[in-house]
């Protein structure tokens, strides 16, 4: 039985997150509105696999990522390594891909990357890291790939599997038109990917052609599945995998049907999830005043109007009416005089919105937006 690593000392603040309505999301999303803190969550999680799964099993299996995404998570666990909070003596490891061809040595090769960035600082057995061969023979590559299944069920399978996620949506390079029964194979590369690979290699005319990787099969049979996303550049395709409907379009889309996957994504990649972006369409929304500032705004964007000129049925068109009943019982929002126009009016207290410079106040009853100049003081 292998000893176990000492448990990890290092005692931060809380992280924190954005907690909100995740009607709309069909797997679980951890959002953090601090970069750094994402690494440390995940660094965290993987920690306490690595331990729970030594002490269990003497071993454990982790499948690893490559892209500028992870590289956190791999300085975290550095990190902590050094301090003596982690042993990978005992981590068996799987990476998801690699191009076809690429020799190991190439500074765009994924065995340098992961040795560069990663093995080389930690007690990882060379023996226990696996990626894909990009220098394996074409008529070779078929019996390879199966080669990798099974040295991965070998080991027991992944216990922890982290991933990034390509504008196409790819994971791995399991690019538009992978099925949900995929095993690791050689693919054709999609030509965004390549185009935004371009830069690395100097030209997008460099970038291979093909690559190796696990396939969507292999990497849904992950007890347990991390998928990591940073930068505004993301979001798109973030709210696509998690509020989407599952599709051979988005391999990530399949994480949908996982037990124990989830979404770790800092505030610009999660922007155009709709607890973020719209939280308002969403069932219980906390209305404060920057709430209501925010909808309105948005509101007067998408309606193409100045916010004075946006009417009740505006609101009403833009799923804003449930802010507009809130009105009623809304005092907490603001310290607006009563409105002024409308007889019978049952708010007595119009809720304020501004702009940058402008205040308007709009009465729940009648629907009509008022210029503060227009308030009896
Ligand atoms: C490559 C890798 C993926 C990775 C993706 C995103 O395509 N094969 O595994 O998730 O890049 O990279 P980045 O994290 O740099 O955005």
Redesign the pocket.
């Known amino acids: 039985m292998a000893k176990a690593p000492p448990p990890a000392t290092t005692r931060r603040s809380p992280l924190t997150t954005i907690e909100s309505s995740r009607d709309r999301e069909r797997l679980r999303t951890v959002v953090f509105p601090e970069h750094s803190d994402l690494a440390i969550a995940v660094a965290d999680r993987i920690v306490e696999v690595i331990q729970r799964e030594t002490r269990a099993r003497g071993r454990v299996v982790l499948g690893l990522?490559?892209?500028?995404?992870?590289l956190g998570v791999y300085e975290e666990l550095i990190r902590r390594h050094q301090a003596g909070e982690v042993d990978f003596s005992h981590v068996i490891t799987f990476n998801?891909?690699e191009y076809y061809p690429m020799t190991p040595d190439s500074p765009h090769s994924y065995h340098r990357y992961m040795w560069e960035n990663f093995f080389s600082h930690v007690n990882i057995a060379k023996e226990n890291v696996h990626i894909p061969e990009g220098v394996t023979p074409r008529e070779r590559v078929v019996d390879a790939c199966a080669a990798y299944e099974d040295a991965i069920r070998a080991a027991g399978g992944i216990d922890f599997q982290l991933?990034?996620?390509?504008k196409t949506g790819?994971?791995?390079?399991n690019e538009p038109g992978s099925d949900a029964a995929s095993r690791t194979r050689i693919v054709t590369l999609d030509t965004l990917?390549r185009k935004?690979?371009g830069a690395d290699f100097f030209g997008v005319e460099n970038v291979p052609r093909e690559?190796i990787?696990m396939g969507v099969a292999t990497i849904l049979d992950a007890k347990e599945i991390a998928l990591l996303a940073t930068g505004e550049h993301?979001a798109g395709i973030v709210a696509r995998a998690v509020e989407g409907e599952i599709s051979t379009d988005v391999a990530a889309t399949f994480l949908q049907r996982h037990q124990s996957a989830t979404f770790y994504l800092d505030l610009p990649a999660a922007a155009e999830l709709t607890r973020i972006n719209t939280p308002w369409i969403l069932e219980g929304v906390d209305w404060t005043p920057a709430m209501v500032e925010r909808s309105v705004v948005w509101l007067a964007e998408r309606a193409n109007k100045a916010v004075l000129k946006l009417s009740a049925r505006d609101y009403a068109e833009h799923q804003l009416s449930p802010f507009k009943c809130s009105i009623g019982c809304a005092t907490r929002f603001g310290d607006g005089p009563s409105c002024p126009t409308t007889s019978g009016c049952s708010c007595s207290r119009p809720i304020r919105t501004t702009t940058s410079s402008r205040w308007a106040a709009f009465c729940a009853s009648c629907g009509k937006t008022k210029t503060r100049s227009s308030w009896p003081t």
């Open positions: 990522a490559t892209g500028s995404t992870p998801l891909d991933l990034g996620i390509g790819h994971v791995g390079f990917t935004d690979a690559a990787t993301k």
